[in-house]
């Protein structure tokens, strides 16, 4: 490309902090609905990294750009390369950090990464991906370098990386926090949980535990002074795919808890589900507290039952 071209290119513009994918890939998809579109993705590591195998970068064809595919020193960069690609109009593979061509652009964790940006030429992969994730759904994309095709993969592999030749973005969905507690600790946690970009299921006392969805991306917190008002939801969870179940109580209480739960015929394993006292330090004193603790536990948790 001549200097001319460069030249006139939009300078890259940051216009969103959100790193969530489902956020990124529909920015994604309404800058080519607006002219123009590049995926940048993190598809090799060497060394440190600041963000983990699949992580993406969203460029408009005007120079906005959203996601982060490190710590923030190299995404203008990206958006910059991407920009020259949507101009070529074909795929191109750049290097940063250990082994890169660009010596004036150095990740502070010491390591290097490699991102494949692909210029985006359809929107149904894209759609498939959202309105999936919409249903708290698995899903994935499969980018081939060859081909430069991006599609909706029919398998989900374990994790985003490299398999047979093509690199597989993988998406889980939102972590959803069910909580049932009439306090201030369970006021605390939800408007925590809200400005940790969690879906949130406040609770409230008519509610039949029977209609609580639940499934295997969702976390149960039961903020309860007394045993019997978190039984009928509790109960619900312990027979539910919920990664976490957390309870509030001293371990005098929970011993009380665990009595009650083998009485009613609840087995050992499933009561081994339940994390009491709840959080993931203690004890706490006021209700800000224990929702750091509560939330930094389910965030803590959902790492361990599904890796990045």
Not at 73 to 84: D, H, P, S
Not at 143 to 148: F, G, R, Y
Not at 175 to 198: F, K, M, N, P
Request: proline share 5%; net charge negative; aromatic share 6%.
């Amino acid at each position: 490309m001549s200097n001319s071209v460069s030249a006139a290119l939009p300078v890259p513009v940051r216009v969103n902090n959100s790193d969530y994918p489902a956020e990124i890939l529909r920015f994604a998809l309404n800058a080519l609905d607006g002219g123009g579109a590049a995926l940048a993705t993190l598809v090799e590591i060497r060394g440190g990294a600041a963000r983990s195998l699949g992580a993406h970068l969203a460029v408009s064809s005007d120079g906005h750009y959203c996601g982060y595919l490190s710590g923030g020193c190299i995404e203008a960069a990206v958006a910059a390369e991407a920009l020259k690609a949507m101009e070529e109009g074909r795929d191109r593979v750049v290097k940063y950090g250990e082994g890169s061509p660009f010596f004036d652009i150095v990740l502070p964790c010491g390591g290097g990464v490699t991102i494949a940006i692909h210029v985006l030429r359809a929107t149904e992969a894209l759609e498939i991906v959202l309105d999936q994730l919409a249903d708290r759904q698995t899903v994935a994309l499969t980018q081939d370098p060859k081909s430069q095709a991006l599609t909706h993969s029919k398998t989900v592999p374990p994790r985003s990386g490299w398999y047979e030749g093509s690199f597989v973005s993988v998406y889980r969905p939102q972590t959803c926090v069910v909580i049932s507690g009439q306090t201030a600790e369970a006021d605390a946690v939800s408007r925590l949980a809200h400005a940790s970009g969690y879906q949130v299921q406040l609770l409230s006392s008519s509610k039949d535990p029977n209609a609580i969805e639940i499934d295997r991306f969702t976390a149960v917190v039961l903020l309860h002074h007394d045993l019997d008002l978190e039984a009928a939801v509790l109960d619900r969870a312990l027979t539910s795919p919920a990664f976490y179940i957390g309870a509030l109580g001293s371990t005098r209480t929970h011993r009380r808890r665990t009595e009650l739960l083998r009485g009613a015929g609840v087995s050992s394993e499933n009561i081994d589900r339940i994390r009491a006292p709840i959080g993931l330090f203690g004890p706490t004193r006021d209700a800000a507290s224990l929702a750091l603790s509560v939330l930094a536990d389910v965030a803590a948790a959902r790492l361990e039952v599904f890796p990045s």
